[in-house]
């Protein structure tokens, strides 16, 4: 190495350590405060070691008076994420209850809304088996957020949430929990045209239905009835296709005999739901698992599950057979969103390659997708009912307009 070269690598080494000595203090002070947040842990007087000693387990001794292993009271929490239950008040404006007299039954459906401004969409959502119109209370805020002209009706099913079916037949209980996909179509129509009563004009805008599992199996029947004319505008699918649906029915009641039959309370159901990751966010289980379960008598078990999911198996299979082909063939702009692409069929493989309908895929979520990923989920449906807004598209003329068109012009040009 020449002089030149020894010369110039001595300077960049004493700049080097220059700079060191001056990081490494800033460094160490910065160590010491974030260690000064947590009470220091007191060692045991007899024990003289040196520092190095403190990398042993055996010679910390914390005092009793530090509780470090007790349980915190008060708020129930996961980490830091509490799990107080949440009021369907702050995710909706408005709680209805809109009467139907039918032959056989009085019912009060129930259903919570959020109005939309004039000329705008309503979203019509229709939950899962076992849930609630509150399942799709994160992802209807989200969705406000990102379109706030927008409305939407999240509906609880009969046997489910605060819907009340009272049969007039005594000696037909069973009707209360008539769950056949014929009969929840029918309610979700009825919902939709008592609803429509109620607005100004009744004249109910657009609408794009969404259906959470089961859900998704009733507006996928309403939309192939036709029965609500062209104010279906589209229709979403939320995590269920036929195959893997009747695949998944072979294991229900196992998974069914497997969760608790009740809990102490209603932050023991959260906890249960986030614990368990079948709701996979906090604030979703917040607001939808107490809708789940209600007050019970018994002496261990302060909540119960509000429906028994058990004694709906008679109508597992009625509700999934022929829903590909419903889905394919109904009126409508489609969307289906899944946690997997490995729950596609044969039917819906084809038709995802001939572009019959829009198909979104998030992994990360679990089968409750829309709470799981309220802001996702909100962000695809914005963009689903803006690719479907009969408003904004601008249609080509017809071929036999602008014939029409040319032989006027061409009339007009020989009368010159």
């Not at 009271?73 to 007299?101: A, I, K, M, N």
């Not at 209370?137 to 099913?157: M, N, R, T, V, Y």
């Not at 036709?226 to 695949?247: F, K, P, R």
Request: proline share 6%; with cysteine; net charge negative.
């Amino acid at each position: 190495m020449s002089d030149l070269q020894r010369s110039f690598a001595k300077a960049k080494l004493e700049k080097l350590g220059a700079l060191e000595a001056q990081l490494l203090p800033e460094e160490e002070e910065e160590e010491e405060e974030e260690g000064s947040s947590e009470a220091p842990l007191k060692h045991d007087d007899g024990d003289s070691s040196s520092a190095s000693s403190t990398s042993s387990t055996g010679t910390i001794k914390p005092l009793p008076s530090q509780n470090l292993f007790a349980r915190p009271q008060g708020d129930r929490r996961v980490g830091r994420r509490t799990l107080e239950p949440l009021q369907w008040t702050e995710f909706f404006s408005q709680e209805l209850h809109l009467p139907y007299d039918s032959p056989t039954a009085n019912i009060t459906y129930h259903a919570y809304y959020l109005a939309p401004s004039k000329g705008s969409p309503i979203f019509v959502a229709h939950h899962g088996a076992g849930s609630s119109g509150l399942s799709f209370a994160a992802c209807a805020q989200e969705l406000h957020k990102g379109l706030p002209s927008a409305g939407f009706l999240s509906i609880d099913a009969r046997g489910h949430g605060e819907t009340v079916v009272h049969s007039k037949d005594p000696n037909d209980p069973n009707l209360v929990l008539d769950l056949s996909l014929e009969t929840l179509a029918d309610d979700l129509i009825n919902v939709v045209q008592i609803f429509q009563e109620t607005i100004p004009g009744k004249e109910i805008p657009d609408l794009v239905l969404i259906g959470h599992s089961l859900g998704g199996a009733v507006v996928t029947e309403v939309a192939k009835r036709g029965t609500l004319g062209n104010s279906v505008l589209a229709y979403a699918v939320l995590d269920v296709v036929e195959g893997s649906a009747m695949d998944a029915l072979q294991s229900m009641q196992t998974y069914l005999a497997t969760r608790p039959s009740g809990f102490p309370s209603l932050s023991a159901a959260i906890e249960w739901h986030t614990r368990t990751r079948t709701i996979r966010n906090s604030l979703s289980a917040r607001i939808s698992v107490p809708a789940l379960v209600r007050r019970s008598s018994s002496p261990t078990q302060s909540y119960m599950w509000r429906t028994n999911l058990a004694a709906t198996q008679p109508f597992w299979e009625d509700w999934f057979i022929g829903l590909s082909q419903k889905f394919l063939t109904a009126k409508g702009g489609k969307l289906l969103l899944l946690a997997g692409t490995d729950r596609l069929d044969k039917d819906l493989m084809i038709g995802q390659m001939q572009g019959k309908y829009q198909l979104q895929v998030f992994p990360e979520a679990g089968h409750f997708i829309h709470e799981d990923q309220p802001a996702k989920t909100a962000a695809i449906l914005i963009d689903f009912y803006r690719r479907n807004d009969r408003s904004k598209m601008v249609l080509p003329p017809k071929v036999g307009d602008l014939l029409k068109q040319k032989t006027r012009q061409e009339t007009g040009a020989f009368a010159k």
